[in-house]
């Protein structure tokens, strides 16, 4: 099969665990992110670790797509001896000579082992809290970690318990509970980061389907790591009346609360402005995507307004979101008839 410039062989059946080697079509879309976001950085000369590298196929699309002086080296790893034959053979077919490396260990011990990346992908099957602490350790100053989590049920509300125990915080399972979700998610890794004084700032974060995806950026100091864990809060809300609000405390009459969580910007807005103008891929998802988060990167508020909802809350029809949108509020990629304002839109 092909996926973007790479040729693949890959194993068929359905997606699981039980693939001899895993190897998930639907994530084509976080690796074409992914490419876009590394080739708009502006960072140069990295090196790339794959901690759990599968098909091999975004290490392969790396090379073939990344501009060559963004990378230095990409390593390619997986503890499973098939994933490594099934690389070196992906390798072989896309002809590719140089710039990689394979190794064959498991995912911790592979970065614990090494002398650190400029850019750490862990985009594991489920939960990412396995490898948090490795990639953190190893993550160079001024890198790129990029996390995925597939386990949506526990961060969006869906498993309270388990997003306490994996996520040490209460999710909320409303309409912005995907945003809640996503927050929640860069709480944990800021905690741990902050624990190896490194300050891990979001800059570029979204939902597709079935998983929520961030990138972060490492900045090292006990102060700015400090600064980081301010904007831990609760996200407040009212069911009645839906409104909500951010404060350090959880226990206002009438509201219910997510959190703590991240309170701060899910995106660099300069990065998603060039990530939009830069991007040349055709696909009506992709480009809606990228589109979407242009323009709500530039409204610094936590959750959104869920338009269906409103209107039965205020005893209204349902009006045309094209009338509502203006500089202050904007169209969300968290939900289709969404709306991000810093508050209620008025209508």
């Keep these: 099969m092909k996926e973007g410039k790479a040729d693949l062989k890959i194993y068929k059946g359905k997606i699981s665990k039980k693939l001899k080697v895993f190897y998930n079509p639907a994530m084509k879309l976080n690796r074409d992110i992914s490419i876009l976001l590394l080739n708009c950085l502006g960072n140069k000369y990295m090196q790339i670790a794959l901690p759990l590298t599968g098909s091999g196929v975004r290490g392969i699309r790396f090379l073939l797509e990344l501009d060559k002086n963004v990378y230095k080296k990409i390593v390619f790893n997986d503890y499973s001896n098939k994933s490594i034959e099934l690389i070196k053979h992906n390798i ?167 959190g703590l969580l991240w309170t701060g910007n899910l995106w660099d807005t300069k990065l998603a402005e060039k990530m939009y103008s830069k991007h040349q891929i055709s696909n009506t998802q992709f480009h809606n995507l990228i589109s979407l988060i242009k323009d709500e990167c530039k409204i610094n508020s936590v959750g959104y307004w869920d338009l269906h909802k409103l209107a039965k809350t205020k005893d209204k029809p349902i009006p045309k979101i094209e009338s509502l949108l203006n500089k202050d509020a904007t169209r969300t990629h968290f939900l289709g008839w969404g709306i991000k304002s810093k508050n209620s839109p008025k209508f």
Aim: positive net charge.
């Design 92 to 258: 072989k077919i896309n002809e590719l000579e140089k710039d990689y490396e394979i190794s064959n260990k498991d995912a911790n011990l592979f970065l614990l082992e090494s002398k650190g990346f400029d850019y750490i992908d862990i985009d594991p099957f489920g939960t990412p809290n396995p490898f948090l602490e490795s990639s953190i350790l190893r993550l160079a100053r001024g890198g790129i970690l990029a996390v995925t989590a597939t386990d949506t049920s526990a961060l969006s509300g869906s498993s309270p318990k388990a997003c306490k125990r994996k996520y040490w915080a209460k999710p909320l399972k409303n309409e912005f509970m995907h945003e809640t979700g996503i927050r929640i998610l860069i709480r944990k890794v800021q905690l741990i980061g902050a624990a190896f004084e490194k300050a891990l700032t979001p800059i570029f974060s979204y939902t597709d389907q079935h998983y929520y995806r961030v990138f972060f950026k490492c900045k090292k100091g006990k102060k700015k790591a400090d600064k980081i864990l301010q904007k831990h809060k609760y996200l407040l809300y009212n069911p009645k009346t839906l409104e909500r609000e951010v404060s350090d405390f959880n226990n206002k009459k009438g509201y219910d609360y997510a």
